[in-house]
C-alpha cells in the first residue's frame, strides 16, 4: 500500500480583531491508501479546521494557511489554483460535514444534490446521473431510492440526511474521504447505522478515509491509526491499539481515564483533566497543556515537545515519560 | 386527597418514595386553520408512564432524541401542563404527598422552591444581560429568601460551593466557558435549597475532559445535600456511572426500568440491548470482539406511533404474529419485590 496523502508542517492562522489564532500550528502526518485515520480531540483543538484546510475550505479572511504542503497523489492542494481544485473537491476527495441539517441545501431536491457532482465530475448526463444517484441512495440504505430522489432535504430524518452526505461524499468513487464528526448529531442506534456504513464502503470501495471526532470509543472501533491534537498540533500518533492500550502522553491518558466506561467495573468518582484548554491566540511558551499536566518538569516551561518515538509508529510529544514519570 | 391511576412503584416496597408519577401522559395537540381552529392529531410526547424516585436516589433517564425524556421531566416539574396522570411529590413539611397537577398558584410557587432543573444548553439558559451573580440570585428574590447582606453572602457561598471565585458574580455569561457556565446552572438550581432536581442532559454539550469535572460535582453536591436527581441523558456510559437505577425510554414509553447494575447486566427489553450493544467502547482490543445489534430503520413519528408494542418495527425479536404487533404489552415486574425489575415486552 502506497501513501495517498502526505500533509507536511501545516499550519492555519485566524487573524482576528484579538489577535493571531493559531487554529492549527504545523502537523504533519500521512494517510496510506484504504486506511481509516482516527483525528481526535476536543472542541478548539483544530480537527476541523485542519480537515477543512486540506481542501483550502477555510473562508478567507480572516483564515490562511500560512505555511505547510498537502501532497495528495504528488500534487501540492495548497499551491494548486482554484480550478484544479474545484476537479479534486468532492471527485478524488470527498467530504462529509458535521450538520446533516444544515449542510444540505434545502431549496433543492436531493436528487439534484446528488447528480450535481456526477455531472460536474464525472460528465454524465441527466439521464445517467439520476440512474446513479437512486443506486448511491439504496447503496446507503434508503429505501424506495428512485421515489426519493425527488423529495427535499426537510422530508428525511436526521440519520436519512446523513446516509445522503455519506452518497454524496462517495457518489463519484472518491479516494479519500474526509468525515468530520458524521456521527455526532445523531442517536447512539443512527450512529451504529451509519459508521458501520461508512467502514462496509471503505472496504469495498479501497477508500481511505480521515475520520475526525470527539468520541474516543467511536475512534476506538473504526480507526486503523489514531492522531489525538491538542492546541493545533498533534500530540500523539500511532496504531489504535497502542493508542488506547499504551497511551504515552499525559492529555491521552486523561482523555481516556475522564470517560467512564460501560464495561469496566464502576468507578466512585470520574477522573477528570482539571483546568480548561487554552486560548489559542495566547499560547503559553513551553508545552500548551503543561497547566493541566501531572507530570510537569522544568523543561516543559521552556520548549515545546517535539514528537518522539516511544514505540514503533509511536509518537508522543512530551519530555517526560508517563509510564515511569521521568524525563527522557 | 384521592390518589387514582395504576399505582406502580418501580422502587422497593420499603422506601422512602420522594416522587411518584403515575400514567403521566402529554400531548401535544396538532391544529389547522386559524378563526375555527381545530385540533386535527396528537403527538404523543409522553404516554402513559409510572414511576417513582426515592429520597437521595439518582434515577437515570435515557432514550435517543425524541423518545420524550426531556418532556418526562418538564411535566414532572409542571413547566407543561401535563394532559393527564398525577405527580405525587412528598412535601417536606407535611409529610403527605401532594399532586403537582391539581395545585396553582401560590401553593405551587411554594413547592418550586423543592424541585429545580439544570439545562442541557449552557448557552442557551443563561440570561446574557444578567450578572452571573443575579443569575444565581435570581431564585432568591423571587422566593423571598435573603436580602441585603445576607443575598451577597449566599450568593457567595453558592459559587464557592460550585467551584467558581466569589468574584465572578460580577461578570456576565460570555466571559465563562461552558464548563463555567454549567457550573452557574448548577449554583442557580441550588439556590432555593431543592430537595429534587431535574438535569436535563447537563454534560452532554461539553467536551470530555469537561465532563468528568461537571458529573463529580453533581455527585459531591448530591451528597453534601442529600439531593435527588432526575438525571436525564442518552449517554449511556454516563447514565451508568451516576445513577442508582435507570430508566429506558422509547416513543413516549417506558420500556425497561430497574437497578443500574441489574439493567447493565440483565438488559431484557430488546431496545436496551440494542441500545448498549451501540455504544462504542473506547477500547480497540474489546471492539473487535465485541457483538453489536444494529436497529434497521428511523424511530417512528410519536404522530402515529405503531400500534400493539410501539417498538415492534425495528425489534430483531418481534415474532409473535397478532401479538407484538397488535396487543400492547403490559409494563410488569418481572424481578423481585425487593429488587424490582420493569419491563414492557411480550417475549421476556
Redesign the interface.
Known sequence: MGVLLQVKDLATQFFTQEGVVKAVDGITYDVEEGETLGLVG??GCGKSVSAMSLLRLIPNPPGRIVRGEVLFDGEDLVKVDEARLREIRGNKIGMIFQEPMTSLNPVLTIGRQLTEALELHLGMDRNAANKRAAELLHMVGIPEAETRLSDYPHQF?G??RQRVMIAIGLSCNPRLLLADEPTTAL???????IL?LIKRLSRELGTSVILIT????????YADRVNVMYAGRIIETGT??DI??LPRHPYTL???K??????QA??E??????G??PDLIDLPPGCPFRPRCKFTIDKCAVEYPPLITVGENHRAACWVDVTTGQAR | MTITGSNITTTNANDDILLDVRDLTMFFPVTRGIIFERKVADVKAVDHISFTVKRGETLGLVG??GCGKTTTGRAILQLYKPTDGQVLFQDDDEGNFIDLTKIKGERMRRMRRKMQIIFQDPYGSLNPRMSCGSIVGEPLTIHGLAKGKEYRDRVEELLTIVGLHPYFASRYPHEF?G?QRQRIGIARALAASPSFIVCDEPVSAL???????I??LL?ELQARFGLTYLFIA?D???V??ISDRVAVMYLGKIAEITD?VEL?ENPLHPYTK??????????????ATRE?I???G??PSPLHPPSGCNFHPRCPIALVPGVCNEVMPEFRNVGTADNPHFVACHRV
Not at chain 1, 468518582?269 to 482539571?274: R, S, T
Not at chain 2, 440494542?274 to 471492539?287: F, K, T
Open positions: 476536543e472542541s430524518s440519520g436519512m442517536d447512539v442506534t443512527i450512529q451504529a447505522q458501520e470527539h468520541n474516543l470509543g467511536v475512534v476506538a472501533r489504535a491499539r488506547y492500550g486523561g482523555l481516556l475522564s470517560v467512564p466506561r460501560l464495561d464502576m468507578k468518582k470520574l477522573d477528570p483533566i482539571e480548561l484548554p | 435517543e432524541s466557558s464548563g467536551d470530555v475532559s469537561i465532563q468528568a469535572q458529573i463529580n455527585e442518552h449511556l456510559s454516563v451508568r456511572h443500574r447493565y440494542a441500545l448498549l450493544s451501540a455504544v462504542p467502547i473506547p477500547d480497540p482490543v474489546v471492539e453489536r444494529i436497529l434497521q428511523d424511530v
